[in-house]
């Protein structure tokens, strides 16, 4: 009703909003001519979704560390993907509507759900977003990854038709040679299940805990490579470039 007289050209879908280039922006997100200006969400050029929430996160942090002249919270692009969005709209800017997609980051294997605790509650923690109790909890699943992870590293397990049998049960691939646990963990089909079948953990862990864990042990050479790149990254990140230089 209303529209029975419409004629109807082309049908289509548009939204329009005015927004800020994000290049005038730091990685603090606060404006660089004007001072205490923080700037988040929509209006820095991205979608209005986990995109925009993400930064509102960030800048409220920035904005009360400026009120209370604390050093700004700089997330880096091997820590965060807010890291790496901020650090795209900052140098990059943008001329549509920015989305946070895995593509667009070169660290992948450091930015897994696993290791996000790992990453980014100490600075919670600093932020005063992170109170005792939930701090004291995540000490102790730290302890128990690490406890584990050092458990699996210094245990030998040698060859045997027992054994043999267990990774026929699992499908995986035999051990034939003697390996520690967290070698063994590293090869087709072995899981930390059947690993702790053949050396039990005296501690039992969590399905988060056993994620991080073997993670961790099968990716070991890979994550040491990307740790080598990131590094490289950053002295060239750091290196100075002088004012006046042409």
Request: glycine letters at 6%; a negative charge.
């Amino acid at each position: 009703p209303g529209c029975e007289n419409a004629k109807i050209i082309k049908p289509g879908y548009g939204i329009e909003y005015v927004y800020l280039l994000p290049d005038q922006l730091k990685r603090s997100l606060e404006n660089k001519n004007i001072p205490g200006f923080f700037c988040a969400g929509q209006v820095n050029g991205t979608s209005g979704y986990e995109e925009a929430a993400a930064q509102g996160l960030l800048a409220g942090i920035n904005a009360a560390n400026y009120i209370l002249e604390r050093e700004p919270l700089i997330l880096g692009r091997d820590e965060a993907y807010l890291g790496v969005l901020v650090d795209d709209l900052t140098t990059k800017s943008t001329d549509e509507p920015y989305r946070m997609l895995t593509s667009r980051c070169e660290h992948r294997l450091l930015l897994r759900w696993d290791n996000a605790a790992h990453r980014l509650s100490h600075y919670g923690r600093e932020a005063g977003l992170i109170d005792d109790s939930k701090w004291e909890f995540l000490q102790q699943r730290f302890a128990h990854e690490d406890n584990e992870i050092a458990r699996l590293k210094s245990t030998r397990i040698n060859p045997s038709d027992e054994i043999n049998k267990i990774c026929e049960e699992y499908e995986s691939e035999i051990l034939s040679e003697s390996l520690t646990a967290a070698e063994f963990l590293q090869h087709r089909g072995v899981t930390y299940e059947l690993i702790n079948k053949i050396c039990p953990s005296e501690k039992i862990l969590t399905q988060e805990e056993i994620s991080h864990v073997e993670t961790e042990l099968r990716y070991t050479g890979y994550l040491e490579r990307e740790f080598r790149v990131v590094e490289r990254m950053q002295n060239l990140d750091n290196a100075k470039i002088t004012e006046g230089f042409d």
